[in-house]
């Protein structure tokens, strides 16, 4: 097993991977036919030329070049750094595909990092699958696996499968893409949601509803303008830092569609407690909320793509809070209320006015296709 914590360590033996085909002896570069095609989607030729010339220059994986049907990646490598596996997959259908402070890309590879990182895991392999539509730029598609690229890079994870699929002119939106990721995880080092406990603290990593906000501008239905960037980010190493810090991490989760109001609901009802927000310490850029006052949204409702949400024993948040802010995507963590015994289990959020008002689950999707 290699002493190594990077994971393409073990990929420089016995090979790993995907895609169906033979390496060809004369080809004409994808990139050079312009736009995809339905050929790109036959299987032959034009399938290999584009897998090649965009998927296997970009990410450098000895395990794609193998050109295997799957990846065989060493236990070894796993074993040393724990005793349970954490697998995961996410789909992403983003509009539009480019957007402030990210692009579909990068939203799939540090989609999938952080459904792994919040478990306690290490990420360490992806795979990627596209589905593309006919008409699709080429240059496009390569500008997205690049992208994806420096985010693998960021999150030190390794593509080491993939699949293509085209589909018709009309019948998709340029390209969806699927990541799916496995990572190493140590028993019981965050227990989950059902482990919460009054007393217990409730943390935030950052700012609520940058990424829904700058979607919606992006798309420009709306005559508004602001200058909002997406948190979209690996949280990898502030979920590490936080488990170092914090033994005792109660649970962890990366705060996306339906936002914090959403993490905190689905908490409170596993585990049969209640969770009091204070209004005044909820981080909301001053942007975010006057865009949300205007359009009637509540930023907690509102999606994030780099937020950590976390609920620690009480005597450890000072210690796990210094632990975030020590690291940039943590730097402005916050302690945001606690957790309380109460039947039924609710998300209360004690105002400005010393008022009270319960916090509903998101109802309806009041921004679709947010990543």
Not at 219 to 228: M, P, Q, T, V, Y
């Amino acid at each position: 097993m290699a002493s190594s914590n990077h994971p393409s360590d073990s990929l420089a033996t016995p090979p790993s991977n995907v895609l169906e085909f033979q390496q060809p002896q004369h080809r004409t570069r994808s990139s050079d036919e312009g736009y995809i095609t339905l050929a790109h989607g036959s299987g032959g030729r034009a399938t290999h030329n584009l897998i090649t010339d965009i998927f296997l220059e970009t990410f450098h994986s000895d395990a794609l070049n193998a050109l295997d049907d799957s990846a065989r990646l060493d236990l070894a490598l796993f074993m040393a750094r724990g005793d349970r596996l954490a697998f995961t997959t996410d789909s992403f259908v983003v509009d539009p595909l480019f957007f402030p402070g990210g692009d579909i890309g990068s939203l799939a590879i540090n989609g999938t990092v952080n459904d792994l990182a919040v478990t306690g895991a290490q990420p360490l392999y992806l795979s990627c699958g596209f589905i593309i539509e006919e008409g699709t730029p080429i240059a496009l598609l390569r500008r997205i696996a690049q992208s994806m690229k420096l985010a693998a890079d960021t999150a030190r994870v390794k593509v080491v499968a993939g699949d293509t699929k085209v589909v018709p002119r009309g019948k998709g939106d340029q390209i969806y893409i699927n990541t799916a990721g496995v990572g190493v995880a140590r028993s019981n080092q965050v227990p989950g949601p059902r482990y919460l406990q009054p007393g217990d603290a409730i943390l935030l990593s950052g700012p609520m509803g940058d990424h829904g906000t700058a979607i919606l501008l992006a798309r420009g239905d709306l005559a508004l303008e602001a200058d909002i960037t997406s948190d979209c980010q690996p949280l990898h190493d502030l979920a590490a830092a936080l488990c170092e810090a914090c033994p005792t991490v109660r649970a962890m989760r990366d705060a996306t569609r339906g936002g914090v109001a959403a993490v905190l609901n689905e908490f409170a009802q596993t585990s049969r407690v209640s969770m009091v927000l204070e209004e005044a310490a909820l981080p909301v850029r001053p942007p975010v909320a006057a865009a949300c006052e205007v359009l009637g949204l509540d930023p907690l409702h509102m999606a994030n793509e780099g937020l950590l949400v976390a609920v620690v024993p009480g005597e450890f948040a000072a210690r796990a809070l210094m632990a975030m802010q020590m690291l940039p995507e943590g730097r402005e963590a916050c302690l945001v209320g606690h957790v309380t015994k109460a039947d039924p289990p609710v998300v209360i959020l004690q105002t400005r006015f010393g008022s009270e008002r319960i916090i509903e689950w998101p109802m309806g999707d009041p921004l679709p296709r947010i990543c």
